[in-house]
């Protein structure tokens, strides 16, 4: 950055996902399981801005801001530096996150904040690389960055980073109860569910998404959506979250025509038909309990975007 120019910057907004179907196969050599599943993005949004600097840091705050690392160890900050070394970018950024996603809840908050910074980087260093060009790099830093590059509604593969979109036509309705305590570590939800099958004497076979549920959402048809959500972790979570039993149980008695733990949870996402529908259950969630943040959202929704380039820092933001 030349000395005395008014730094630039670039600031991406970013989804929270839910899984729609998550089908756990086999424990794999590399520690990770088989997967199948139907991600979905919904709106409820981080935002990430990368400004030139001359040294690495990294600055979070919002509303979920508690328990987000400020440090080297967070994603946003590894993808950034994963890319200038990928593409031999000298200097550094400053990055500022405005955290609104839930934190360890299923939704998978840093994962997008690290889709987000690839993305601004990649518009503040002029790279003009596509999503697919920036997918390698995502994949490396986790299983749902990649998803979160593209947005909208996707089956992912392997361990999540192998993506095929699916065709959705028109929008579907959530609310999210979300809890206002520690979120779940997700590998401890993956051994709670291996220690369940291994009790039940599960044999465990190959995933394999939905027909249904493909199906399904071709036409949006919320019955049909509701019917076949389905989660393999979702038991897990519960076993060790228990409360996740009167969340679910609450919403489908208020009228929710799908109910589903999002990926290892502990974010609980209710389907409903119209948004009048959606404010309905908020209330009566709200007035019935659990405890919990409530939100409403739609989705699908575009992933990873430029909102805003050659911005100033904002007040109290130093590079």
């Not at 076949?228 to 897990?236: I, Y």
């Not at 149980?249 to 799908?258: D, S, V």
Request: proline share 6%; aromatic share 4%.
């Amino acid at each position: 950055m030349s000395q005395g120019a008014e730094p630039r910057g670039v600031t991406v907004r970013v989804p929270g996902k839910i899984n729609l179907e998550l089908v756990v196969g086999p424990l794999r050599e590399d520690g990770y399981h088989e997967l199948a599943t139907v991600f979905h993005t919904v709106g409820i949004y981080d935002y990430v801005t990368a400004i030139e600097s001359d040294r690495w840091s990294v600055q979070v705050s919002g509303a979920t801001a508690e328990g987000v690392p400020g440090n080297s160890t967070n994603l946003a900050i590894k993808a950034a530096k994963a890319l200038a070394r990928r593409y031999g970018v000298e200097g550094a950024v400053a990055l500022g996150i405005e955290k609104n996603i839930p934190v360890a809840g299923g939704m998978a908050g840093g994962s997008a904040d690290a889709a987000a910074a690839l993305v601004a980087c990649d518009a503040l260093w002029d790279l003009q690389l596509t999503r697919d060009e920036l997918e390698p790099i995502a994949a490396g830093l986790g299983s749902d960055v990649p998803f979160l590059l593209h947005g909208g509604t996707a089956i992912g593969s392997g361990r999540g980073e192998r993506l095929a979109p699916v065709l959705a036509r028109g929008e579907l309705h959530w609310v999210l109860w979300v809890s206002n305590k520690p979120g779940l570590s997700t590998p401890q939800v993956y051994a709670e569910c291996d220690r369940l099958r291994a009790a039940a004497g599960v044999q465990v076979a190959d995933p394999v998404p939905s027909g249904d549920l493909v199906a399904a959402l071709r036409t949006m048809d919320t019955d049909a959506v509701g019917a076949a959500l389905h989660n393999d972790l979702q038991e897990a979570a519960c076993s060790l979250y228990p409360v996740l039993d009167d969340v679910l149980e609450a919403g489908l008695e208020l009228g929710a025509q799908g109910a589903i733990v999002s990926g290892s949870g502990p974010t609980v996402a209710f389907l409903v038909g119209t948004q009048a529908a959606a404010i309905d259950l908020s209330v009566g969630l709200a007035a019935r309990g659990p405890d919990g943040d409530i939100r409403r959202a739609t989705g699908p929704v575009a992933g990873a975007q430029v909102v805003q380039s050659i911005v100033p820092p904002g007040p109290g933001f130093t590079g």
